[in-house]
């Protein structure tokens, strides 16, 4: 059945073929314009991104929306939201960044991990505070060795904890 289909023309695979609709066009497509975002209502990775499927790729449509508003991406830099919004592509709220500079505009927004939500924290919230208290009411020299013994962690990190360094709770 599939052989007849192919060889009359019809079906998908004919229907396909030289009628690509162009990068451009698909992308507003898709596209609902607000006062602020223009967001994304297509596909959507896992991370809220919009796809785009075009020429068997699957493609970031916030990076297809810098790229014919502004010109040419490096393959090494991402393209960063001021708004923070995934679905947005708006290219007004689009900007180009290394790796380092969306790593610290994450930072400066507050949208990293942080305490015992970080993926490799090896205390929670409370163990830490248990700690502090510990070493405020009983120190005696010695105490920080034990404290890492006892939640196996270095010494170091006792003393980043109990200086307030790392795991800042507020």
């Excluded at 006062?35 to 916030?62: M, P, R, T």
């Amino acid at each position: 059945i599939r052989k007849k289909i192919s060889e009359s023309g019809k079906g998908r695979k004919a229907w396909n073929k030289g009628s690509v609709m162009p990068i451009e066009e698909r992308l507003w497509k898709f596209v609902h314009k607000t006062d602020n975002c223009w967001l994304w209502l297509g596909e959507k990775n896992q991370y809220g991104y919009g796809i785009i499927k075009f020429k068997k790729k699957h493609l970031k449509a916030h990076r297809i929306s810098y790229e014919l508003n502004k010109g040419k991406i490096e393959k090494s830099l991402f393209v960063c939201h001021s708004c923070d919004n995934p679905p947005c592509v708006n290219p007004s709220h689009l900007w180009l960044g290394n790796q380092s500079d969306n790593m610290k505009d994450k930072v400066r927004k507050g949208r990293h991990a942080k305490g015992e939500m970080c993926g490799n924290a090896k205390l929670t919230n409370s163990q830490v505070l248990e700690i502090r208290e510990i070493y405020k009411t009983d120190w005696y020299y010695g105490i920080q060795r034990k404290l890492a013994l006892l939640f196996k962690i270095s010494e170091g990190h006792i003393s980043d904890i109990v200086n307030n360094k790392k795991f800042i709770i507020k």
